[in-house]
């Protein structure tokens, strides 16, 4: 079972945090790995069990990603896996936020996602699997986080839009809502004593997801197993949005 022995999987965002977990999951069940990041990645490829290069790429430029989507395509010849995983945030209360700022986030948490897929998508045969990460911010709204959240939420919608788009390509497209897991984007957050005291008090596992965590689902969601689900949006969260 979650055989990946000879797919390539894709991974945007993957030289840290859940991008890394992913990639190292992905490896370990015999995938090769392409990491898309503006970060250097090479630190990851050399951790991989399996081939794996990295790539320079900016969400934010359309000509980088056709560029890297090509390079790809010379290098491996075929995308079998494409996550979508790189992701900003920052506070944005609704008064206090630029339309730069605003932007921003937009940007790269969902046109980023678009943009990728359009051009990954023509490498990808029936079989092929989306996994785009998501997030409990964007099917329950925090305060504080208006572009973080409608970002998120806008995902999901793209999600069930690939999901029925594809069908007819074989090519499955589903969606996870991670809650707060242990990455550099959440390490000042997870220091303050106001935010751990929330976790103790609001997620009934009362504490932060590991990383890896992560990995068992994306596998799952990468492999033939998976077959039969697309469109689906699949909370991690430590049970939190229980009780939202």
């Not at 951790?47 to 320079?56: A, D, E, P, Q, V």
């Amino acid at each position: 079972m979650f055989d990946l022995k000879n797919k390539v999987a894709v991974i945007t965002g993957a030289s840290g945090g859940l991008g890394e977990a992913m990639a190292k999951a992905f490896s370990l069940h015999g995938a090769k790995i392409a990491i898309l990041d503006l970060k250097d990645g090479e630190p990851i490829i050399k951790k991989l069990k399996t081939k794996g290069k990295y790539y320079h790429l900016d969400v934010l430029e359309e000509m980088n990603i056709e560029r890297v989507i090509n390079q790809i395509k010379k290098d491996f010849g075929k995308i079998d896996i494409l996550v979508n995983n790189s992701g900003i945030f920052f506070p944005t209360p609704i008064e206090e936020t630029s339309s730069k700022d605003w932007e921003k986030i937009i940007d790269v948490n969902l046109r980023g996602y678009f943009l990728v897929t359009k051009y990954s998508v023509p490498l990808m045969k029936k079989g092929g699997r989306i996994i785009n990460i998501a997030s409990i911010a964007g099917t329950h709204a925090f305060a504080g986080s208006s572009a973080y959240n409608a970002s998120k939420g806008a995902v999901i919608m793209l999600t069930k839009t690939f999901a029925t788009e594809f069908a007819q390509k074989g090519i499955t497209a589903n969606a996870i809502c991670p809650g707060v897991f242990e990455t550099p984007m959440t390490k000042d957050l997870l220091n303050s004593k106001e935010m751990q005291q929330m976790i103790k008090n609001s997620v009934p596992l009362a504490r932060p997801a590991k990383a890896e965590e992560i990995g068992g689902l994306a596998v799952y969601l990468a492999s033939e197993e998976s077959s039969y689900m697309t469109g689906s949006i699949i909370t991690l969260d430590g049970g939190w949005t229980c009780h939202l």
